[in-house]
């Protein structure tokens, strides 16, 4: 193999080792922050459970504090990614939000998913840091369905509807985490929602 060749094939398996390495400690910090919670997790712990050592835990991430947002950038993400590929582009803006909130809720029933991001996170990262987590991901998605739907035109705050909506699907989450029964929390999320949107605009009739 040219030395050219050579030196690309182990740059690309360095960078695949480093991103496995990566991606096993937020696996294993994941796994013991959802069942020992973060205040009773050791990174020694972390390392071990992920098979390597305390030095490379602190190579590829800051502190405990660095490891845990992104394991919580990860779910926040997972999330996301839910709400997008259950909303197609072509939905009406109405459809779309519907849709979405109900694969929000789904996506938050992952286990350890809600302790993760509504329990853990605002404790350990404070509320600024992870509402600017959240915002990125569903939160942004939910706001922009909102605007999309024209809603927040003068008669309501855009921003303080999507951040109240937002703190009814977290509270969602968490009852559903608690044992409520799921169809009945996605019933009433549902509810809430077409009440905000108001009446389903009449379709025309085809020409």
């Known amino acids: 193999m040219p030395k050219s060749l050579a030196d690309a094939h182990q740059s690309r398996t360095n960078r695949e080792r480093t991103e496995a ?89 992952v286990p350890g998913r809600t302790r993760l991001l509504l329990i853990e996170g605002p404790a350990v990262l404070g509320l600024e840091e992870l509402t600017a987590i959240d915002e990125a991901t569903s939160a942004g998605s939910l706001r922009q369905g909102l605007e999309k739907a024209g809603l927040g035109k003068g008669e309501v705050s855009l921003d303080a509807l999507s951040r109240l909506l937002s703190a009814a699907f977290d509270r969602a989450a968490l009852e559903m985490d608690a044992g409520a029964d799921a169809q009945e929390i996605h019933s009433a999320m549902r509810w809430l929602l077409e009440r905000a949107l108001g009446p389903e605009p009449r379709r025309k009739p085809a020409a």
């Open 21 to 109: 390495t990566r991606l096993a400690l937020i696996d294993a910090a994941r796994a013991l922050f959802v069942s020992k919670g973060y205040g009773d997790t050791s990174t020694p712990e972390i390392a071990v459970a992920a098979g390597i050592t305390r030095g490379a835990l602190y190579h590829h991430f800051a502190d405990k504090r660095d490891l845990f947002r992104q394991v919580l950038v990860r779910e926040a993400e997972a999330v996301a990614a839910d709400i997008e590929a259950a909303t197609p582009g072509q939905m009406t803006p109405r459809d779309a939000l519907l849709e979405g909130s109900k694969a929000y809720l789904s996506a938050m029933s």
